[in-house]
């Protein structure tokens, strides 16, 4: 069974710091790009940051270059994204996700997401 559970989320104050884990399970984590996603009330989903299968390449929003790291650890099946000097725009739902092209097919997982507050 395919399994994304995100942690790390909480209540901050603006220009403070989180960091969101993403443990996956169910499926080989070492063959997917890994991606975070935020979606605050009333918007559309919206991509944070992604890193490739093998870390090799990484992507930003613009909104969070500098702020924001992704990385991800193989061997333990886990994603992060360290967030610093957050804004009360950061306030968002943040989401998971696991991305595979085999051939013409796509495969996407998604986790149930972890709330993150900035606010004082």
């Known amino acids: 069974q395919v399994q994304l559970v995100e942690s790390g989320g909480g209540l901050v104050q603006p220009g403070g710091s989180l960091r969101l884990s993403c443990a996956a399970s169910?499926?080989?984590?070492?063959?997917?790009?890994m991606s975070w996603y935020c979606q605050a009330p009333g918007k559309e989903r919206e991509l944070v940051a992604a890193?490739?299968?093998?870390?090799?390449?990484?992507n930003y929003a613009d909104s969070v270059k500098g702020r924001f790291t992704i990385s991800r650890d193989n061997a333990k099946n886990t994603v992060y994204l360290q967030m610093n000097s957050l804004k009360p725009e950061d306030t968002a739902v943040y989401l998971c996700?696991?991305?595979?092209?085999?051939?013409?097919?796509?495969?996407?997982?998604w986790g149930q997401g972890t709330q993150v507050t900035v606010s004082s």
């Open positions: 169910g499926f080989t984590f070492s063959m997917y790009s």
């Open positions: 890193v490739t299968s093998a870390g090799r390449r990484i």
């Open positions: 996700n696991a991305n595979r092209r085999l051939g013409a097919a796509e495969v996407d997982y």
